[in-house]
């Protein structure tokens, strides 16, 4: 596609429910980004993928939170019995080669409210 | 462990005036420096990087930064501001030696004025 690509766009949950959160990468791109952005924040790290290879898992908050990308294009985020304090934006990124200088390009994000 | 920091929570510039976005940051190795700007609604559009060479990095839109490695910035600027420049403006690093995801200062609101 011509850009990347998120769904939903808007996904309101009630508290303990689990969502799941869908990203399509521009085709071709290696590297793959899930970052969190609170209201009034910068986006905050999420995880990394490398190909379906998951190398970076550091950022995510609590064992509630789970992604995958199995075939080494979309990529999913889940998170589990959703809390109040998950309500964010969720912004993923792709770039084309492994190096740490391309710069990614971001979804428009699906903003999350747990109520 | 590396950082950002963006002083100013908003801007405020006329139109037709220069601007100036400041940026600060901290890493252990060698920096790769991005901005990237956020209309509302939408996600975050690179504007410029600073990879290696001259420090004086032209992007989109008649923007440009300026590394400066001795005090640690990496500052956005425009020689003449657009009302269609007022935007949420994210300044991001990466250590050339560390992990490949981006650490994002906190943003700068820019409002320019007609």
């Known amino acids: 596609g011509a850009g990347v690509s998120q769904s939903p766009r808007y996904k309101v949950a009630k508290r303990g429910q689990d969502v799941a959160l869908r990203c399509d990468p521009i085709?071709?791109?290696?590297?793959l980004f899930w970052y969190q952005q609170a209201l009034g924040q910068g986006p905050e790290f999420l995880t990394y993928f490398q190909n379906e290879a998951q190398l970076d898992k550091s950022g995510l908050p609590s064992d509630r939170f789970f992604a995958e990308r199995p075939e080494g294009s979309v990529s999913t985020l889940k998170i589990q019995r959703t809390q109040q304090e998950d309500s964010a934006v969720y912004l993923c990124?792709?770039?084309?080669?492994?190096?740490?200088?391309?710069?990614?390009?971001f979804g428009q994000g699906t903003r999350l409210t747990v109520v | 462990a590396q950082s950002v920091a963006q002083p100013e929570d908003q801007v405020k510039v006329a139109e037709g005036n220069p601007l100036t976005v400041k940026c600060t940051y901290s890493v252990s190795g060698n920096p790769y420096l991005f901005w990237y700007v956020q209309y509302p609604n939408r996600g975050l559009q690179f504007l410029l990087k600073y990879i290696t060479g001259d420090n004086l990095v032209k992007g989109s839109y008649g923007f440009e930064a300026e590394f400066n490695k001795s005090q640690t910035s990496f500052h956005l600027k425009k020689p003449s501001a657009l009302v269609s420049d007022s935007a949420l403006y994210f300044c991001a690093v990466r250590d050339m030696a560390g992990r490949r995801a981006l650490t994002f200062g906190s943003g700068t609101r820019l409002q320019v004025q007609p």
């Open positions: 085709s071709g791109h290696v590297s």
């Open positions: 990124a792709s770039s084309f080669r492994q190096g740490g200088n391309t710069e990614a390009f």
